[in-house]
């Protein structure tokens, strides 16, 4: 008797391997992305205009493409353009805005494309949101892939499509394209665009109001359904938004059985992902979706730019602040875009005194972030700090020689954390980590470490190490930065304006 149940037992057990879906127990967030860029190479192996996502999810996880694999998307790409005279649709402006965003992810320059400049159709607000929320979305997110500015005369900015997507949100805090009630997808999609400035108080409203909504629709499992079925695109966007938002869903307690949800949708046997449970075999649309999001995933983990942050694919990756010395002060500088900003007197200060440059068409763009590569530039400079040796970074050979030395300045004045052998130059450096590096910068100046008897009271730093509170104190102690209703947002990525802020006032404590 006891022989037949453990037989039973066993072939019970079996069954079970059988039939249940692959979860995130058994294949990882980077083996999944591998199948799925498989997939879809061999899917679109003559990629051309169309297969944009496909471009876009396997850019963006550098997936290991054939050689010559982009060389032929952008070549159809531009028999395409050039075929239709730059018209790509009447209008469905995200049409442009996708290929916008895809071009930049192989480092392509949208602007001119057979002869013809894609970013300009943005232009025409009223044709980019014809079709409704989502044109507003992809038109911003298209802008900042590469901070792109339209001419003059462009009856669309930046500041409109935000308003629009702000005005658009509903009373339960969540997206639609046309109804009344939030959709999962809708609502991400807006996350995704508005994440490059979530530090604008009008726009973290709406982003947490958001993120409540979000949890509220998950089901059970931490699925979540689109016109009532139970599908991956919608966990899949979910999860790019909260990468986006830097939020990583699988430490977060709100959504991180979404995550595990997420992975019962891979389909073992063909490397890629089913739109809904019920069917058999991967789907192309539900794939491409997944795999970008992996990409989104792996990125935030590694410490790279977000998803649509393509300042890391820019053919000359040195920074904006260039020369190796600060600009001769001037009696006053002024950019059209921070006339009525908050930091305006600091991002003045900021300029007048080398430690940050202005754009060529004389804008500043407070809201772009900082990069770790930016941030060692400016304090390196700032302290006319030399090195006399090499760094053991192993992924700064892309940049010139200058900024080389800039960064093993500062790596052998002990401004950097960390032992790892990676610097990643181009990710945006958080507060946490600037306010590490300014912190390091006072003890290399004067001699001795900055220690406080008292940590600032701030909600949000007592879970940080030792370490990063008492650099985050010692920037609440000096009024370097005091942070923002009793939260310092350490994991925030340092946008130029509080930059400009916080190293003007920096200089003032080193230099008295």
């Known amino acids: 008797m006891k022989q037949k149940l453990s037989m039973l037992l066993v072939m019970l057990y079996a069954l079970i391997l059988i039939v249940s879906p692959v979860s995130a127990q058994n294949v990882s967030a980077i083996e999944a992305y591998q199948t799925t860029g498989n997939y879809m190479v061999t899917k679109a192996p003559n990629p051309t205009f169309g297969n944009e996502w496909f471009i876009i999810a396997l850019a963006r996880g550098e997936y290991k493409v054939p050689k010559d694999y982009y060389d032929k998307y952008y070549d159809n790409v531009v028999k395409h353009v050039q075929s239709v005279k730059g018209e790509l649709h009447s209008r469905k402006y995200t049409e442009y805005s996708r290929l916008i965003i895809a071009l930049t992810a192989i480092g392509k320059d949208p602007t001119n494309v057979g002869g013809y400049n894609l970013v300009e159709k943005l232009s025409d607000f009223d044709k980019v949101v014809w079709q409704g929320s989502n044109g507003a979305y992809f038109a911003l997110i298209a802008l900042d892939t590469w901070g792109f500015e339209l001419p003059k005369t462009a009856t669309t900015t930046r500041e409109k499509l935000i308003q629009h997507i702000l005005a658009k949100q509903l009373p339960d805090g969540g997206w639609d394209l046309s109804g009344t009630k939030a959709d999962p997808d809708m609502t991400a999609m807006a996350l995704q665009a508005l994440s490059t400035y979530k530090d604008r108080q009008d726009v973290k409203t709406s982003i947490d109001k958001a993120l409540n909504t979000l949890q509220k629709l998950q089901q059970a499992n931490g699925s979540y359904q689109s016109w009532g079925v139970t599908n991956i695109e919608s966990a899949a966007q979910v999860i790019t938004a909260l990468s986006s938002l830097n939020i990583d869903v699988s430490k977060d307690q709100r959504f991180n059985s979404t995550f595990n949800s997420f992975f019962s949708f891979y389909n073992a046997k063909d490397g890629g992902f089913k739109h809904a449970l019920t069917e058999t075999a991967a789907n192309g649309m539900a794939t491409e979706q997944a795999a970008y999001t992996l990409a989104a995933y792996n990125r935030l983990v590694a410490g790279k730019t977000k998803l649509y942050d393509m300042s890391d694919t820019k053919k000359q990756p040195s920074t904006p602040e260039q020369p190796n010395k600060p600009a001769p002060p001037t009696s006053k500088v002024s950019f059209k875009d921070v006339q009525s900003h908050w930091a305006k007197a600091d991002i003045e200060a900021a300029v007048a005194r080398g430690l940050l440059k202005g754009y060529e068409d004389n804008?500043?763009?407070?809201?772009?972030?900082?990069t770790r590569?930016?941030?060692?530039?400016?304090?390196?400079?700032?302290?006319?700090?030399?090195?006399?040796?090499?760094?053991?970074?192993?992924?700064?050979?892309?940049?010139?020689?200058?900024?080389?030395?800039e960064i093993a300045a500062a790596y052998e004045a002990n401004l950097l954390v960390g032992k790892s052998n990676k610097f990643s130059p181009s990710s945006p450096i958080s507060r946490e980590e600037l306010a590490v590096m300014l912190a390091n910068a006072y003890a290399h100046q004067t001699g001795k470490a900055y220690t406080a008897a008292q940590i600032a009271p701030l909600k949000d730093i007592a879970q940080l190490s030792e370490k990063s509170q008492q650099a985050i104190t010692f920037l609440y102690n000096f009024d370097i930065a005091q942070g923002a209703d009793g939260s310092f947002h350490p994991t925030n990525s340092i946008t130029r304006a509080h930059a400009a802020k916080m190293y003007v006032n920096f200089l003032k404590v080193v230099e008295q």
């Open 373 to 405: 590569v930016q941030a060692v530039s400016i304090l390196v400079r700032a302290l006319q700090l030399t090195s006399t040796s090499s760094t053991p970074f192993t992924d700064i050979s892309a940049y010139n020689d200058e900024t080389k030395r």
């Open 363 to 370: 804008t500043f763009k407070p809201n772009n972030s900082l």
